[in-house]
């Protein structure tokens, strides 16, 4: 299992500006997935991290938007820059240290961010 | 590509009854398929999974699911509901074929269940 400290839980910003979450997990994990979670839909992967390279964005999500850092086998963040009304959401970092028939998602408790 | 489906935004049931929280499945070969829960203003809590075998999966707090090849569904039951059962349930996917672990998920759009006196 793992357990993931997420923080800050909430934020208010104001438009233009950026926020960093950051995401301690209790194990080393190789990889570290980022994802949003819009209201009243479904979590979208951003990015996954790998220590020691840069991040694999998806689909619709650039690093000049979301940079994330992977400094260490425990540890990540990921700011959202420039922030816009639409960028409210609430974002989630989760891990998966198992693989195959023991493979499963834990996830830290999210970042609700307004942007006003 | 895969895909999932949650055809209900809310369930609502009566505490004390059997409920079922749907879910279908489109993928190339064959499905990991997972139910979580979400409490509110809490991260996603994983409550149970198919990789392989017995159709019927036992997961936390009661909850069951039942993987159906020919209907490409893995609909969440529980026999008696508890108020304290009412969250957020989202069923995910994830194509055996396909490596990368967690980041090949593919998350329903998630159902509010809501559990009444």
């Known amino acids: 299992s793992a357990v993931i400290s997420q923080k800050p839980s909430r934020d208010i910003c104001q438009r233009g500006t950026s926020l960093t979450i950051q995401c301690q997990v209790d194990s080393q994990v190789t990889m570290m997935f980022w994802y949003r979670q819009q209201p009243g839909q479904s979590l979208t992967l951003i990015a996954t991290a790998n220590q020691g390279s840069e991040a694999t964005y998806e689909s619709g999500f650039v690093i000049d938007k979301f940079p994330i850092s992977r400094p260490n086998l425990t540890f990540s963040t990921l700011t959202v820059s420039n922030m816009s009304p639409e960028d409210s959401s609430i974002y989630l970092c989760?891990?998966?240290?198992?693989?195959?028939?023991?493979?499963?998602?834990?996830f830290g408790s999210g970042t609700q961010l307004s942007v006003l | 590509a895969q895909s999932v489906a949650q055809p209900e935004d809310q369930v609502n049931v009566a505490e004390g009854n059997p409920l079922t929280v749907k879910c279908t499945y489109s993928v190339s070969g064959n499905p990991y398929l997972f139910w979580y829960v979400q409490y509110p203003n809490r991260g996603l809590q994983f409550l149970l999974k198919y990789i392989t075998g017995d159709n019927l999966v036992k997961g936390s707090y009661g909850f069951e699911a039942e993987f159906n090849k020919s209907q490409t569904s893995f609909h969440l039951k529980k026999p008696s509901a508890l108020v304290s059962d009412s969250a957020l349930y989202f069923c995910a996917v994830r194509d055996r074929g396909l490596t990368g672990g967690g980041n090949k998920l593919t998350f329903g759009t998630g159902t509010q269940l809501k559990v009444e006196l």
């Open positions: 989760s891990v998966s240290p198992g693989t195959g028939a023991n493979e499963k998602l834990f």
